[in-house]
């Protein structure tokens, strides 16, 4: 991999990590149509330690609320109950993903990552990303959310394990079918993202300490990670603006589109 692939694959992690188009399947995509060795795993990690600074750069005041909730620095004891609600459901819908990755993380790697398996999920995922957004009632904002809208939502983005899915994708998609807004599903995705990229980042960092980063690499998992925190940035920042007066049907269309082309792209192959 050189500079210019690092840059490339840091703006794609950025761009669909948050966007419901799937981040792993468009990575897996790209490494195998555009012939790149799989990146190391301490690259990997740099990438998603990149998305996790945009989101923390751009929710940072939410954070910052309930983190002083927690720690009992807020003034306000409604606000202190809401916030450290919110925290406690954010956490539960955390399990989910986190006992998904520890059991089938290597699965993933392994056996998930063929082209015509993401395209399926691309699809399929899509379906159900469209029918959500046109029959969700979209009436309940982001504080009515509930311990068992957290812990479903939880439960999919579990999902997101197999390339192709998406894990804001799976996410948004059960929020808004069990009644949230656009806003609402967004935003809870969002930081739901946090600690599951975190936990995702320290659970390799012991293998990346024992086997070593790639000599004289250091240069390409910089320029990964900050291009992958700046696109990440400018993605949560661009959704966030869209959803205010548009659904979320272009994200499912755009992944029927490159479904189709990745199973031309096979059949021609043959």
Not at 22 to 35: C, D, E, I, T, V
Not at 124 to 147: N, P, Q, S, Y
Not at 184 to 191: E, G, N, P, V
Request: hydrophobic letters at 55%; proline letters at 3%; a positive charge.
């Amino acid at each position: 991999m050189n500079l210019i692939e690092a840059i490339i694959f840091g703006i794609i992690q950025g761009a669909t990590e948050f966007l419901p188009v799937s981040s792993s399947g468009h990575l897996a995509l790209a490494h195998y149509f555009l012939g790149a060795q799989e990146s190391d795993l301490a690259f990997d990690v740099a990438l998603h330690l990149g998305t996790l600074l945009a989101i923390l750069a751009y929710f940072r005041d939410d954070f910052w609320q309930m983190g002083k909730a927690v720690l009992g620095l807020q003034q306000e004891p409604s606000e202190t109950a809401r916030l450290r609600k919110m925290t406690l459901f954010i956490a539960i819908a955390t399990i989910p993903g986190a006992l998904a990755g520890l059991l089938l993380g290597q699965a993933a790697e392994n056996y998930f990552r063929h082209p015509a398996l993401v395209a399926t999920a691309l699809a399929g995922a899509g379906v159900l990303l469209l029918l959500a957004d046109r029959t969700g009632k979209r009436t309940r904002a982001f504080e009515k959310i509930t311990l068992m809208n957290a812990l479903l939502i939880g439960l999919s983005q579990a999902c997101a394990i197999i390339p192709g899915v998406s894990r804001s994708g799976s996410t948004i998609t059960c929020g808004l079918a069990m009644g949230l807004t656009r806003q609402a599903a967004i935003r809870f995705s969002f930081l739901l993202s946090a600690p599951i990229i975190f936990g995702a980042g320290m659970h390799e960092i012991p293998k990346i300490i024992k086997n070593g980063m790639v000599e004289g690499q250091t240069i390409l998992y910089v320029a990964g990670f900050l291009a992958a925190a700046v696109s990440g940035y400018m993605f949560i920042s661009f959704l966030m603006q869209y959803i205010r007066a548009r659904s979320f049907a272009i994200f499912a269309y755009y992944r029927f589109l490159v479904a189709a082309l990745v199973l031309i792209a096979l059949f021609l192959q043959r």
